[in-house]
T-cell receptor, first 113, second 109 residues
Framework: GAGVSQTPSNKVTEKGKYVELRCDPI?????LYWYRQSLGQGPEFLIY????????DSGLPNDRFFAVRPEGSVSTLKIQRTERGDSAVYLC???????????FGPGTRLTVT | QKEVEQNSGPLSVPEGAIASLNCTYS??????FFWYRQYSGKSPELIMF????GDKEDGRFTAQLNKASQYVSLLIRDSQPSDSATYLC?????????FGKGTRLSVIA
């Protein structure tokens, strides 16, 4: 079946702009995760949804970052007033529940100039 | 602080040999353990998971878990050049995954 999809695959934006990154999880997966990966590092957790609600947003670095999942399927990660330090690959993963296997999408490479 | 430690490598092995990748973790309550393979420029791909002490085999891959020593490893038998990638260890305890920085494996033909 179809895996996790993410759009766009690449996003270049200027410092201070607003961006939205989209994730479409595997059909039927109730858990959805956002991670961020910088070069040479493992993915770092940002936020986790179980259904429509954000069950854990402790990884969001500051209030410029926000994510929604209004219908319990597609999720959007929103970044306001982007900074050069936000440049990274943003990864989305989905799974059947907390503690279980997670399957990653191809990621969105964000570059803030 | 929850940490997952891996040797960054590169680990170089000849084609056909066994590659042994190691990972230690600090959270003694961790319950689930995962190995992901990540090719350059690609996203992580789940290749093995293990929940209980002991060995779990899947094809050429074997995951080994020792909770008392807080140690998990991945063995790749009959290594192939296509196995060359970064291998990420990840653990959780009913929380989102905590990843190590990964070990870069190079299989030399």
């Amino acid at each position: 079946g179809a895996g996790v999809s993410q759009t766009p695959s690449n996003k270049v934006t200027e410092k201070g702009k607003y961006v939205e990154l989209r994730c479409d999880p595997i059909s039927g997966h109730t858990a959805l995760y956002w991670y961020r990966q910088s070069l040479g590092q493992g993915p770092e957790f940002l936020i986790y949804f179980q259904g429509t609600g954000a069950a854990d947003d402790s990884g969001l670095p500051n209030d410029r970052f926000f994510a929604v999942r209004p219908e319990g399927s597609v999720s959007t990660l929103k970044i306001q007033r982007t900074e050069r330090g936000d440049s990274a690959v943003y990864l989305c993963a989905s799974g059947e529940g907390l503690g279980g296997e997670q399957y990653f999408g191809p990621g969105t490479r964000l570059t803030v100039t | 602080q929850k940490e997952v430690e891996q040797n960054s490598g590169p680990l170089s092995v000849p084609e056909g040999a066994i590659a042994s990748l190691n990972c230690t973790y600090s959270d003694r309550g961790s319950q689930s353990f995962f190995w992901y393979r990540q090719y350059s420029g690609k996203s992580p791909e789940l290749i093995m998971f293990i929940y209980s002490n002991g060995d779990k085999e899947d094809g050429r891959f074997t995951a080994q878990l020792n909770k008392a020593s807080q140690y998990v490893s991945l063995l790749i038998r009959d290594s192939q050049p296509s196995d060359s990638a970064t291998y990420l260890c990840a653990v959780n305890r009913n929380t989102p995954l905590v990843f190590g920085k990964g070990t870069r494996l190079s299989v030399i033909a």
